[in-house]
Nanobody, 123 residues
Framework: QVQLVESGGGLVQPGDSLTLSCAAS????????VGWFRQAPGKERQFVAA????????YYADSVKGRFTISRDNAKKTVYLQMNNLEPEDTAVYSC????????????????WGQGTQVTVSS
């Protein structure tokens, strides 16, 4: 099992930037990738981005390409989500999760989840 703890959420204005962190512990060697997901009130959980621990390969949802950047620090077992040019539509609870598989776009392929951090984009 992999334990995940998110941090870095908050209230920002449209156009601002924010960086989320996801610290992993436990059986991280069995994890293939870490993904970020978000869920807005009344909406389904949505894939945002993912990164493979070993190769560093990155994957993004179309809605965040060019604005969000995912990265990882293997030594610190931490994954980051740099979010630029934030929009009100980005408002959601952001959660990171770990998957043992290469199906990084699929929510149900993730077995371990963090508690989530709120990101609110509002003027």
């Amino acid at each position: 099992q992999v334990q995940l703890v998110e941090s870095g959420g908050g209230l920002v204005q449209p156009g601002d930037s924010l960086t989320l962190s996801c610290a992993a512990s436990g059986r991280t060697r069995s994890s293939y990738a870490v993904g970020w997901f978000r869920q807005a009130p009344g909406k389904e959980r949505q894939f945002v981005a993912a990164i493979a621990w070993s190769s560093g390969g990155t994957y993004y949802a179309d809605s965040v390409k060019g604005r969000f950047t995912i990265s990882r620090d293997n030594a610190k077992k931490t994954v980051y989500l740099q979010m630029n040019n934030l929009e009100p539509e980005d408002t959601a609870v952001y959660s990171c999760a770990s998957t043992l598989t290469r199906f990084v776009y699929i929510v149900r392929s993730y077995s371990d989840w963090g508690q989530g951090t709120q990101v609110t984009v509002s003027s």
